[in-house]
T-cell receptor
């Protein structure tokens, strides 16, 4: 079965540094990977999508990469701020199939002033 | 902005009770999903629906059923609640051929 693995340990970084979160997948490459942000007690919010044929995608301070050789996506937040503290979820998707997603368990990021 | 609302934020039920969780979206989305989220396990898909009256089992459908009588509304039913169904339940919706899902705020269910 297809799996998404994210580092279950929380990531603690200092404000202003770059946070890097890892998402590893098993078996064949998904058509796309998505990253969501989830704050405590709330539903996930979509951030970025990267397709299999894309190496990198950017949105403001966010950057996502997709490495099909390593079967990995990296999610970067540059110039991190305490407001970036949240849990970040990675999800793999397939075309068709009603766009079902398989989510990782998420990595909690804490940005300290 | 897409809005997905869920009927309750917190719910406490007794073992054996029938539980209804409702989800409403206001963007005419074709697809709707029900997930449960548990620590360390992430989001797991219970059921989804791609059209009115249509439903498909997800990865963990046992103990649950769903109903979609109107396009905007998707209900999750726990026929006889059990303590192992204590969890956070999240509803989501998306357009038919659009990958992004929009989530509701979640319902934290406690079964005693």
């Amino acid at each position: 079965s297809q799996k998404i693995e994210q580092n279950s340990e929380a990531l603690n970084i200092q404000e202003g540094k770059t946070a890097t979160l890892t998402c590893n997948y098993t078996n064949y490459s998904p058509a796309y990977l998505q990253w969501y942000r989830q704050d405590p007690g709330r539903g996930p919010v979509f951030l970025l999508l990267i397709r299999e044929n894309e190496k990198e995608k950017r949105k403001e301070r966010l950057k996502v990469t997709f490495d099909t050789t390593l079967k990995q996506s990296l999610f970067h937040i540059t110039a991190s701020q305490p407001a970036d503290s949240a849990t970040y979820l990675c999800a793999r998707g397939e075309p068709g199939g009603y766009n079902k997603l398989i989510f990782g368990a998420g990595t909690r990021l804490a940005v300290h002033p | 902005d897409v809005k997905v609302t869920q009927s309750s934020r917190y719910l406490v039920k007794r073992t054996g009770e029938k539980v209804f969780l409702e989800c409403v979206q206001d963007m005419d989305h074709e697809n709707m999903f029900w997930y449960r989220q548990d620590p360390g396990l992430g989001l797991r898909l219970i059921y989804f629906s791609y059209d009115v009256k249509m439903k498909e089992k997800g990865d963990i459908p046992e103990g649950y059923s769903v109903s979609r009588e109107k396009k905007e509304r998707f209900s999750l039913i726990l026929e006889s609640a059990s303590t192992n169904q204590t969890s956070m339940y999240l509803c989501a919706s998306s357009r038919r051929n659009w990958e992004t899902q929009y989530f509701g705020p979640g319902t934290r269910l406690l079964v005693l």
